[in-house]
């Protein structure tokens, strides 16, 4: 893909002080953190690494990145790496996607209360799919699955949602076989719909009695426990969305999709369109109109607003594992499953980790074609010293 001419850096740094001095008062260190961050990314402040091709010697110097997770340039080698790792623990059978969405009266609740409603959104769903799947009436199995959080909308609204790509089928209660789910049909939607919403409003309850919940703003009455009830009540009568997509062909295809899905931020450089006369626009899909794509502008100062509502809290974990992928059940678990699907006693070690070009090549030689490798470590102040780097390649 090629480089994008317009990135979220320039937003920031035409508009960024100037936003900061608007509305700073109503953010925190970290938003400032993410701000500096993405300026700062693959620029002389940041050093720089000298890398040789192992081939036929070639030399470059490139920029360092910032490797904030938030920042749209810094998310190609860590999804690399990770798609690497993951590709060992994909299962030999076709794979369900299925989306559990927070409705968006508890939008507000969310942004104010991060790291403890999305969390909740995590266990809630996860349990959910636990339960229904372990049910004798539906699969009778226990399942593993993968979880990657989302909080955005194409829009850039705020939009909690989690995606879950989940194995057709699971093991046996006594481990003694692979119990497949039916290719076309996982677990009925209704049924996941209700138990996630009996399951997130019994936490948020619980939450609430533990004083741990903040209000703020428009919120502040929900403090009192007989408005919070009815603020409950409220949410018994919606439907709350889950979506269960087609399943996917295989191992291949989930890691196409999982490519695409894990390591993303709120807007990719590449789906800005244009920044002129402090407005910023952008492409999004309008999924209430069969997914039409639209071009959306807006000011710069709304754009950074909307970009930055997404951060999240530090030290969430926004991948995470469940059933007989969790880090406690995987490795005794994984290798049986492999086991039962294909009489494979264990993960073969061809994929069961990285190999030693994976882990520290991080782009191709533009000449030969072989592996770079870096050779130097260079500091802002070396860099006064030396010519201009080479055009952006994939920074350490």
Request: with cysteine; charged share 20%; glycine share 6%.
């Amino acid at each position: 893909m090629s480089r994008p001419t317009l990135e979220v850096a320039d937003i920031v740094r035409a508009s960024g002080n100037r936003f900061w001095e608007h509305y700073g008062s109503h953010l925190a260190w970290p938003h400032r953190k993410v701000l500096d961050a993405i300026v700062r990314c693959r620029t002389a402040a940041l050093g720089a690494h000298r890398d040789q091709c192992t081939r036929c010697g070639h030399q470059a110097i490139s920029y360092n990145s910032c490797r904030n997770r938030h920042c749209p340039r810094c998310q190609g080698n860590a999804r690399s790496r990770w798609l690497a790792e993951c590709r060992a623990e994909l299962l030999p059978v076709s794979y369900f996607h299925i989306v559990f969405t927070l409705p968006h009266v508890l939008s507000a609740l969310a942004l104010q209360n991060k790291r403890l409603l999305y969390d909740l959104l995590f266990r809630a769903s996860a349990a959910t799919l636990l339960e229904l799947a372990g049910d004798p009436k539906h699969l009778g199995a226990d399942i593993g699955f993968l979880g990657v959080l989302h909080t955005w909308g194409q829009n850039l609204q705020h939009h909690p949602h989690i995606h879950y790509v989940v194995p057709a089928g699971g093991l046996a209660p006594d481990g003694s076989r692979w119990i497949a789910s039916s290719r076309r049909f996982f677990l009925p939607v209704g049924a996941l719909s209700r138990v996630f919403r009996g399951k997130f409003t019994a936490g948020l309850q619980q939450l609430f009695r533990q004083h741990k919940l903040q209000f703020h703003g428009s919120l502040q009455s929900l403090a009192e426990p007989r408005r919070f009830r009815q603020f409950l009540r409220q949410l018994f009568h919606q439907d709350w969305v889950v979506y269960a997509k087609p399943p996917f062909g295989g191992p291949e295809h989930v890691l196409q999709y999982l490519a695409r899905y894990t390591h993303r931020v709120a807007i990719s450089n590449h789906r800005l369109v244009a920044f002129q006369n402090d407005r910023v626009s952008f492409r999004w899909k309008d999924y209430a109109h069969g997914g039409k794509q639209k071009i959306m502008t807006v000011s710069a100062d709304e754009f950074l607003r909307r970009f930055l509502l997404h951060l999240l809290p530090p030290g969430f974990v926004r991948i995470r594992n469940f059933g007989f992928l969790a880090n406690r059940n995987r490795a005794s678990l994984l290798p049986l499953c492999f086991q039962l699907l294909g009489g494979i006693e264990k993960m073969p070690a061809s994929v069961a980790s990285p190999s030693a070009d994976q882990n520290d090549s991080l782009w191709n030689c533009p000449v030969c074609g072989g592996v770079m490798r870096v050779v130097e470590r260079l500091s802002a102040a070396q860099l006064l010293l030396r010519s201009p780097p080479q055009p952006d390649r994939c920074a350490a």
